[in-house]
């Protein structure tokens, strides 16, 4: 592409692709569809003069440059929640590094089945199918891997300071812009595969927030006072999660561990811990080798919590 002036010549493209030259211009002509301004210059070649600043399977995909994540990637306009359709895909047999985006989900999920609310165009909507050779205990280190994925693309991409609060929320400025839902299928002991979840407040405007997330939610151009491209921020985010994977299988927690802590939020400060049974107050100290939240109660006994919440 980057010879003849950014031209590459039909026949260059049905050789390469191996589909005849009638084939090239249709699919030119489905880019322009999609937004992609194209010239067509005898004896040039084709060229893209712009890139639609939308999201789209082709917007995400072209210029992907990761080994396994997002060479199946399915993008909608609108669904119920993408986690829903990624596990569909799941049972299809669809591989490991499987992506699904929604542009809108009108039945959005949290953990626990409370609602996410992901309006149309405004956020990243996506689900991960990941095939991970681990033993189901180890799937709540992916939620942990995601969340240090996030805080370093936030950071790579701006002058942000994200602070993770366990086990799955991004927060900027105290407030909320991200959540990770991790869901899992096991069966004896191993894991046949886990949908990840990952919502993004992108491009809210401080009015788009209502009810009661108002004093608890925020965005990524609220905070940064500047519209992000949702298909670039996709892009890096599928390139982090993959290096960052890839680390973790080969490498183990370790690394992940020592990224979460740099970001933790409110660690050495004393939180309300809420679980199914109980609330009450405590120090928080970190997480655990294996990715458990480590608090201290008042009367000072360490505490290792699988499962709970840190309240507001
Ligand atoms: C989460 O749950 O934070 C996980 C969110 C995962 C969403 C992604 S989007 C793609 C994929 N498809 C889905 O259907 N889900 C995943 P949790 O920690 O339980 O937080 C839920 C709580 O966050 C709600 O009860 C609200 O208080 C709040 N909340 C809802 N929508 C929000 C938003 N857009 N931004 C910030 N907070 C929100």
């Not at 299988?249 to 409110?266: A, C, I, L, R, T």
Request: charged share 25%; proline share 3%.
């Amino acid at each position: 592409m980057d010879k003849n002036d950014g031209y590459v010549s039909g026949q260059q493209l049905s050789d390469q692709l191996e589909i005849s030259r009638t084939a090239v211009w249709k699919h030119m002509k489905e880019l322009e569809k999609d937004g992609y301004k194209i010239e067509a210059i005898q004896r040039k070649g084709y060229r893209i003069i712009s890139s639609p600043d939308k999201v789209s399977e082709n917007t995400v995909q072209w210029g992907l440059n990761t080994d396994w994540l997002g060479h199946q990637l399915y993008h909608y306009k609108e669904v119920a929640s993408t986690q829903d359709i990624a596990h569909q895909l799941a049972k299809q047999g669809k591989p490991h590094g499987t992506v699904v985006i929604a542009d809108e989900q009108v039945k959005g999920k949290g953990r626990m089945s409370r609602p996410w609310h992901s309006p149309k165009g405004k956020g990243i909507w996506m689900s991960i199918l990941l095939r991970p050779d681990l033993v189901p205990v180890q799937a709540p280190q992916l939620t942990l891997l995601a969340a240090t994925v996030l805080a370093e693309v936030f950071i790579q991409k701006s002058e942000l300071k994200p602070q993770i609060k366990w086990p799955n929320d991004i927060l900027i400025n105290h407030k909320k812009v991200s959540g990770i839902l991790t869901e899992m299928q096991a069966e004896h002991d191993q894991i046949q595969y886990v949908v990840l979840g990952i919502g993004i407040n992108v491009n809210q405007a401080a009015d788009d927030i209502q009810g009661d997330l108002r004093h608890k939610a925020s965005s990524l151009r609220i905070e940064s006072e500047e519209e992000w491209s949702i298909a670039e921020t996709i892009q890096c985010i599928l390139h982090q999660f993959e290096k960052t994977y890839d680390q973790f299988m080969s490498q183990g927690f370790k690394k992940v561990k020592n990224v979460w802590e740099k970001y933790g939020y409110k660690i050495g400060e004393q939180v309300t811990i809420k679980t199914m049974k109980r609330e009450w107050q405590a120090e928080l100290i970190g997480i655990e080798p294996d990715g458990a939240l480590k608090a201290r109660d008042q009367k000072g006994n360490e505490e290792k919590l699988y499962s709970a919440e840190i309240m507001w």
